[in-house]
């Protein structure tokens, strides 16, 4: 955090200075460790052993905080008989068809409650995450029938938990993960200490969970752990997921994503959705406030089609495209291998440096028609057609590329309005303090004007092709002699306006009736009161801890999520250290330091009648609202596409054989397996050795707009990796010289850093040496060297398509790297070399 | 012009994450160019080196292993410490360095002619001359922005509040307050480095919370102004001054052959 | 910066390096491990170029010839003064542009006369200078022209009298810094320099004035050359292991030439006395050449001791922990 997040680093050096514990957990030793009171190093790619031993910890020492996990968690809950968890099945949940390769979840299910079967997501190969938006998943109405309070039934989810990690023993974690036993319990005691009705403790992660293939259960197990210790919804509690850059949250919210429409709904599925009654009847879930998702959607069409927008026309919901597939950028890029994606809008991405195989990207780029990047700087993918590695090999030649290439230039954030929405929800506006240089453009600017333009040209047309562009509402305020759309007015029709044409102060005003029109319900209230609420700025000397009146957090600057759980079922807070939000049965209402997360005048003793809907349809002691029993999940039942519980496989290229079950990586995992794209094989002697991808500090992602200044540059001017003293006698490398790194995919050269900070690991019997690689580097700027994406494979999570960046393996050999066609020749070299080992077992499909 | 109360630094480095926001917000403020080629170290994450003309915050990288506490990366934000007893300002032939009314220490660019006493001068080996300039430079303690009523470049810059700008007495309180309770939990390695007005250069206007000795950081352990010892330099000048005067007579007394 | 390539040893705990105990500054300290940054320097190299050592010469020679040829004047020794003058003369022609060339901003020299500053050796000495020189110049042109003799007789004593202050400030000028090898030199330094102008200066007008007249300047010359070397010699027993530098590297190869030339030049000066005018003259020139190498050796010496953090961190760290032991506070 201290190396990629510095500015909010400052907030642990301030818990620290007030006596809170900070532990380290990565394989490398980095500037937060420096800070940090315990530092333990782990094997890339091992998390999910090291926390299920935390799960384990807890378990089987009666760790929990019973009274939360109880009343909040579905662990009373009885799952379905004809589960079977790994533990039976050698590595493999119920309801895995090896011909697809994907799993049935319907064995996953509660005991007497079905899942809605899901038949668009099947088709689509759409995974079942994104189908549901962020609801969860579905349940059929109401609370599932068969539970047991005293968490005793062999099939409760809690003794489902404890049967699947009690494996997951302090040994188990010194083998897999390379921690020794002591350290290991120091971290888990240390949790168990630190949680509970006086304390509480947090988690905070970042890439290094997220880019793995098995990613997105990283975080459930975390999510796990903080739900049996009662730290959600808590103050100082919860788990902080921190962003790859400044307003990545704010792209997720308002999406950038294929299958996401703004707060989350989800893009509509071909064959599923072909209405929007159809649409509404999947999506809807019986309870909680994803139960009012119409009122969502219709107020969102209505800021997208205005006026056209009408009950008769399903509100121009048939002008939303919808899925037939995964539509996200891998297959994308392999699209354009194979011919078919023709062009390419790249705006402030450069995947030429920062894409897992950066080279098959490049080589990808070179197959386009045509190519826009919109950027600040000239990016590697904006010259890749002259000067990419592959012209150097003799792979790509200039003259035979056929793409053409528009780099438009870009404004800085300096250069307009607009909010950055960050990590915790916030959102904080922006103000334009300079005119944009030259012909340099905001994105508002380009993609409204752009929007103009093609709506001029289509004007009159009759196709009903062109009926969606057209209908759009685009009627923005303009200002300046660039005619700069005026971003506060975005924002307002974002924050959503009512019948009256009045800014709405939040999604409970939102109608299904197209008498308001909402850009993204999470935001709304963003623009209450006509005040632009992301641009306060409120000192948080002049106000309470909680510091409400600096920017705006969705939904209703509601500070943190869930907060219901900060009190006892009775609505009391579990300790007058830790009060946050509680019930007052004077006045009937929630109240506290925050925005409760709950119906306003909910009573603790409420039980919903049967008819209920939405949030309605939850009871008093229900704190998670978003999901249809209002409950923590720590047994998901659906809504994940690889098992409801986290479980320890290797990455796909791992140095050792899993030590747990028979299966050896995710058995959903998504791989582009081609030429180009070639996996190494795990426990592979070609590529003994582990290595990771990470940031520095004096470096911004793929360096555009970091290795293009001389001050930044002239802080990590050079392309290096680190690795130990250890490895370094091994393979023969000195301090200051050169080192080539080699994959299935690619070789780069890279100045060598010894350090004591990386250290060699004692996993499952031997040593397993890592490698660190920071990725920022390519060929243009100031600072230049090659780039350590080019050795990345393409195999992603199932769940969100996300790549495993952080564990990988590799070669490494002294001195730098050949030139010319030579270069392939070593990478080609290896692959046969691995090719022709007997690598170990692995029951991979 | 009246002086107020002395302003200074106080760097905290066991709070120091080594970002070097501080290296860059000071060359943004004072558009110092940039220091050298573009080239890797090897020194930890150090790609800097030391202050000097071009390089007014320095961050050090210190990695240590010690058998009983494991793994140590010191961090530490190094700048020009303004003494109180400044030789560079002492030796300056011109009047170029003088001190302003907050007490520190600032060369006038408009005035240095490049002489480059003042840089063997320097216990520290902070001041240096800029080769294709031809004058002095070092770190100014943000004079333009104190004269407006700001806190220097660096300090604002810093996330964690490594670098603490104010008064000098007040930053001396804040410190011993923050070694006795880094004590308390027990950092032992805890000290002030030129906070005590009795040492060789009279305290310092920029002094440190290090973790451990000055040295390691690149610092002399028991830094003297050279201006010490000036009586006896001069004494000394003057016997051999006077020694010259008599062995030129002496050799007249031989007469002309 | 350029890249610094340390060690394995040093790169851990910053490098450390052991080692017996040493004699500091001629007492016996047991040594405390050795630690720095990397090995990288503590001080700054002083930013003087070729000029400056030359400086020191010609400099040191003037004054000492100024001084010179006023005692020749006042002895009656016409022919002795005559040479003497010139040497000085030229001596502060060709110094004062060494001067200003070696400056960063060389248009800018006039502010070294801005003010009269008497912590600062340089503008004490510029100040110096500013008097002697044109004096030493004047006395040399009047002189030889013959114009001007009551000038001349001022020009004289101005530049006679202040002559010995030209000669030794630039001993204390490279003192008054932090430069271990220098500062700790302090005491001996001037004398070095004194000595060493007065053998220069002494050798210059043996070989500009014909034997019967340079009676003084042997006589000087060899006591000069004996002040040098003797002043050497005690400067480095004082300095110690801090002397080290006068041992190795250029510095070292030069104070060994210097030692050389001084000691043989000073012998043959002595044995040809009036009579072998050809030994004295080969010996004033080996004489002349020592003191150029000596300048040169102290100079180089400087930027040794600077480079290397021992010089700085050991006797620092031995007089803390003598201030401990004799202050046992805490």
Known sequence: ?845 | MTAGPRMGFFTDTSVCIGCKACEVACKEWNMVPQDGPLRLSGTSYDNTGALGASTWRHVAFVEQQRDDQGLRWLMSSDVCKHCSSAACLEVCPTGALFRTEFGTVVVQADVCNGCGYCVPACPFGVIDRREDDGRAFKCTLCYDRLRDGLEPACAKACPTDSIQFGELDELHERARRRVDSLHEAGVADARLYLEDEGDGIGGAGAFFLLLDEPEVYGLPPDPVSTTRDLPTLWRAAALAAGTLAVAVAAAFAGGRR | MSASGSADGDRRNGGRRGGPVRRVRGSMVPEAEFRSYYGRPILKEPVWTWEIPWYFFTGGLAGASASLGLGARLSGNHRLARSAWTVAGAGVTAGVPLLVSDLGRPERFPYMLRMFKVTSPLSVGSWILAATGPAAAGAAVSDLLGIFPRLRRVAEAVAGLLGPALATYTGTLVADTAVPVWHEAGRELPFVFAGSAAASAGAAAVLSTPAAHAGPARRLAVTGALLELGAAQAMERHLGELGEPYHQGPAGRLARLAKTCTAAGAGLVAVGGRRRRGLAVTGAALVLAGSACERWAVYKAGFQSARDPRYVVEPQRARLAERQRQQPEH
């Open chain 1, 1 to 845: 955090m201290a190396e990629c997040h510095p500015v909010g680093f400052q907030w642990v050096v301030e818990a620290k200075a007030r006596g809170a514990k900070v532990i380290h957990v990565d394989p490398r030793f980095t500037r937060t460790s420096a800070l940090a009171d315990l530092h333990v190093p782990i094997r890339a790619g091992s998390d999910i052993a090291f926390l299920g031993g935390i799960v384990n910890h807890i378990l089987e020492g009666g760790r929990e905080f019973r009274e939360y996990v109880v009343n909040y968690t579905n662990a009373q809950v009885i799952v379905d008989e004809d589960f079977r968890d790994t533990e039976d099945l050698d590595g493999l949940f119920s309801g895995f068809d090896p011909g697809t390769g994907r799993y049935d979840p319907s064995s996953w299910n509660y005991a007497g409650m079905p899942v809605a079967t899901n038949t668009g997501a099947r088709k689509g190969r759409i995974a079942a995450g994104e189908a549901h938006g962020s609801g969860g998943a579905k349940l059929a109405h109401g609370n599932p029938p068969h539970l047991d309070p005293a968490l005793e039934h062999p099939r409760c989810v809690f003794q489902l938990l404890k049967r699947h990690y009690r494996r997951y023993t302090p040994e188990l974690v010194e083998q897999v993960c390379g921690v020794p036993r002591a350290q290991f319990l120091e971290v888990a005691e240390a949790l168990c200490a630190n949680s509970g009705r006086e304390r509480t403790s947090a988690f905070c992660y970042a890439v290094g969970w997220t880019h793995h293939s098995t990613g997105v259960q990283y975080i459930r197990t975390a999510a796990i752990i903080q739900l049996l210790l009662g730290n959600i919804g808590r103050p100082g509690g919860g788990i902080m997921a921190l962003r790859g850059h400044a307003s990545i949250q704010g792209s997720t919210d308002i999406p950038t994503l294929y299958n996401l429409l703004p707060g989350y709904l989800t893009m509509p599925i071909a064959g599923s959705h072909d209405s929007l009654e159809q649409y509404l009847e999947d999506v809807r879930l019986p309870a909680g406030f994803w139960g009012r998702c119409d009122t969502y959607l219709i107020s969102l069409l209505k800021a997208y089609f205005g006026d056209r927008a009408a009950a008769n026309n399903d509100f121009c919901f048939d002008h939303l495209p919808k899925l037939t597939g995964n539509h996200s950028i891998f297959p994308a890029v392999m699209g354009m291998l194979d011919g078919w994606c023709k062009g390419f809008f790249l705006v402030g991405e450069n995947p030429a440096v920062g894409s897992p195989n950066a080279g098959l990207h490049r080589k990808a780029m070179a197959r386009l028609d045509w190519l826009v990047v919109r950027d600040l700087v000239e990016v590697e993918s904006a010259t890749f057609w002259r000067d990419s590695p592959e012209i150097e090999t003799g792979e790509l030649r200039t003259g035979e590329i056929p793409t053409e290439v528009f780099l438009l230039p870009a404004a800085a954030h300096t250069e307009k309005d607009g909010t950055f929405t960050n990590t915790q929800r916030l959102l904080q506006w922006h103000r334009k303090a300079v005119e944009p240089p030259g012909d340099c453009r905001s994105d508002l600017w380009f993609y409204y004007h752009l929007g103009r333009r093609i709506r001029e040209k289509l004007a009159g047309s009759a196709e009903p092709r062109d009926r969606p562009v057209l209908d759009l509402a685009w009627d923005y305020p303009t200002e300046g002699e660039l005619q700069e759309p005026s971003a506060a007015a975005v924002l307002r029709e974002i924050g959503g306006v009512g019948a009256d044409g009045k800014a709405l102060s939040g999604y409970l005003e939102l109608k299904a009736d197209g008498s308001t029109s909402c850009g993204c319900w999470i935001y709304s209230g963003v623009y209450a009161d006509e005040v632009n609420q992301a641009d306060r700025r409120k000192p948080g000397s002049d106000q309470s801890w909680v510091a409400p009146e600096w920017g705006w957090a969705w939904p209703y600057n509601r500070r943190i999520l869930y907060n219901r759980a900060s009190a006892d079922p009775q609505g009391r807070p579990w300790s007058e250290r830790k009060r946050y939000v509680w019930w007052d049965p004077a006045e009937g209402r929630w109240t506290g330091h925050d925005n409760p997360d709950f119906g306003a005048t909910t009573a603790p003793d409420y039980d919903p009648p049967d008819d209920a809907e939405a949030e309605k349809a939850l009871d008093g002691r229900s704190p998670f609202v978003m999901q249809a029993d209002g409950k923590g999940w720590l047994f998901a039942p659906s809504g994940l596409d690889d098992g409801p519980l986290p479980t320890h496989y290797e990455p796909p290229e791992s140095p050792v054989i899993n030590p747990l079950y028979g299966r050896q990586t995710n058995p959903v995992l998504e791989r582009y397996e081609r030429p180009g794209n070639r996996y190494n094989p795990p426990a592979s002697g070609t590529y003994p050795f582990v290595f990771t991808t990470y940031r520095l500090t004096e470096h911004h992602t793929a360096g555009g707009m970091s290795r293009t200044l001389g001050y930044l540059s002239e802080l990590q001017p050079e392309m290096f990796c680190e690795v130990s003293p250890e490895l370094a006698r091994l393979r023969g490398l000195v301090n200051g010289g050169w080192a080539t790194i080699v994959t299935s995919r690619a070789a780069i050269e890279a100045r060598v850093l010894v350090t004591d900070r990386m250290r060699p690991l004692q996993v499952e019997g031997r040593v397993v040496h890592q490698v660190g690689l920071p990725y920022h580097w390519g060929r243009n700027g100031l600072a230049t060297g090659d780039g350590a994406n080019d050795l990345l494979p393409i195999l992603c999570d199932p769940n969100v398509h996300i790549m495993e960046s952080k564990a990988n393996t590799c070669d490494v050999l002294p001195g730098r790297r050949p030139r010319g066609p030579a270069l392939v020749e070593l990478v080609e070299g290896h692959r046969a070399r691995a090719a022709r080992e007997r690598s170990g077992g692995g029951g991979d499909r």
